[in-house]
């Protein structure tokens, strides 16, 4: 069975500055690791997934992860946030031939305060 | 393209009753996945269809169906509701199934409120 951490379940942080939105999981077998974006009211959107090759990932509104397979980790950062990042952060993981069945984590709501 | 949409947005209900939920895939997409995420909590998958059929599971009761139609659509049951029933609940769609890498394309869920 595999399961989902995001040990900060709040992360205040000011306008322009960099930020860190922790993600471990556990797992038995191979996964592949994903973060989802929730804005108020809505549904969760993709930001960005790793599936192979380089560990490091990027979306296109300059977040960024990286897949640590020795810390089990899939930690997301963006050196420089906007008031537009105020969201719900959700980190999820499916395992590799296994259908689609993603478990997700607790969430870590990201407030950018100006 | 409209994306995955779901219906009714909002809905309330009261112990003992039964409710259906209904969500139409992202075009191009066969698979309909359902999530149940309670507040302040991230989603919790329920199950998934493919080709008509329930293909996984996750720990739900019995009380929790669901169907998919030819079209790719797919309804959710819940019978007997509980207070604890409360929650948003989200459809993902993707294309395929046996490989965990495809993406999910989520709908902006229907809130269930249990009175």
């Known amino acids: ?97 296994y259908g689609q069945n993603f478990v997700f984590g607790p969430g870590t709501r990201l407030s950018v305060l100006p | 393209d409209a994306g995955v949409t779901q219906s009714p947005t909002h809905l309330i209900k009261t112990r003992g009753q039964q409710v259906t939920l209904r969500c139409s ?17 991230g989603p919790q998958f329920i199950f998934q269809y493919y080709e008509e059929e329930e293909r996984q599971r996750g720990n739900f009761p019995d009380r929790f169906s669901g169907h998919q139609f030819p079209n790719y659509s797919s309804e959710l049951n819940v019978n007997a509701l509980l207070l604890g029933d409360s929650a948003l609940y989200l459809c993902a769609s993707s294309w395929g199934t046996g490989q965990g890498s495809n993406e999910q394309f989520f709908g902006p869920g229907t809130r269930l409120t249990v009175l």
């Open chain 2, 25 to 41: 895939p992202k075009s191009g997409h066969d698979t309909v996945s359902w999530y149940q995420q309670a507040l302040g909590q």
């Open chain 1, 1 to 97: 069975a595999q399961s989902v951490t995001q040990l900060d379940s709040q992360v205040p942080v000011f306008e322009e500055a960099p930020v860190e939105l922790r993600c471990n999981y556990s797992s038995s077998v191979s996964v592949y690791l994903f973060w989802y974006v929730q804005y108020p009211n809505q549904g969760l959107q993709l930001l960005l997934k790793y599936l192979s090759g380089s560990t490091l990932v990027e979306s296109i509104n300059g977040f960024e992860a990286e897949f640590n397979k020795s810390q089990t980790s899939f930690h997301l950062r963006k050196p420089s946030v906007h008031i537009s990042d105020t969201a719900e952060y959700f980190c999820a993981v499916s395992e590799r031939n």
